[in-house]
């Protein structure tokens, strides 16, 4: 690993990387920002990664990637391939690891676009609570909506589009949710509707 990357790749083998049951083997996550990777970039990822892992991955439940049967030896060349696409980013399934919706990109149902709100306070989270990408206690989740396809409703903190009228204006909202999540032995807590707030103000919540 080059020096200036040595400390990304420190991290990121912190966060992305697990040891698998079959022994010498690593599990690989790779945050996939908003679920979204444009056709091109699938083939050059495919492309890159071929060599290093099983011919197998899985798409996660938050929107991510997992490759399996890495050799430890193979780790930093994965780390750099995966560097050179952009996809190297630390934090999966963490708090810095956002679920949303398509939301109003492709949605007819959505209210808000909840696909930037992801980003938004994905860089929240970078910029100003670094620390928190070693967080999986916490999750976070948003949907466009009400119907939860971003699974807001079982969120530690979830969002979901919503509007209010102001002076007879419409002004886009989003609804925060706290307290959901996943209590063990398969049986999960629904969130609880807390605040609306105009949607610009999110990140500050």
């Known amino acids: 690993i080059p020096v200036n990357k040595q400390l990304a790749y420190e991290v990121w083998s912190g966060t992305n990387i697990f ?13 996939v920002k908003t679920g979204d990777m444009s056709t091109a970039k699938v083939r050059q990822f495919v492309e ?5 892992i099983a011919d197998e991955m899985r798409v996660t ?9 890495v050799r430890k030896e193979a780790l930093p ?14 934090g999966h399934n963490s708090v810095a690891d956002v679920t949303t919706c398509p ?20 860089s929240v989270v970078h910029e100003e609570y670094a620390d928190f990408v070693y967080n999986k206690e916490i999750k976070i989740k948003i949907s466009g909506c009400m119907n939860s396809c971003g699974q ?30 996943a209590v063990g032995n398969g049986e999960g807590r629904a969130a ?8 610009k103000r999110a990140p500050q919540v």
């Open 19 to 31: 040891s698998q049951k079959q022994e010498g083997f690593y599990g690989v996550y790779v945050k």
């Open 48 to 52: 890159a990664v071929r060599p290093l």
């Open 61 to 69: 439940i938050n929107q991510g990637l997992l490759l399996k049967y």
């Open 77 to 90: 060349a994965l780390f750099l391939a995966l560097d050179e696409l952009g996809l190297s980013e630390p």
């Open 103 to 122: 939301g109003t990109d492709t949605c007819n149902l959505g209210i808000s676009n909840s696909m930037e709100l992801s980003r938004v306070l994905e």
């Open 152 to 181: 807001h409703g079982i969120a530690h903190i979830g969002f979901h589009g919503s509007s209010m009228k102001v002076n007879g204006k419409i002004m886009p909202t989003v609804q925060v949710l706290l307290g959901g999540g």
């Open 192 to 199: 609880d509707k807390v605040i609306k707030v105009p949607s």
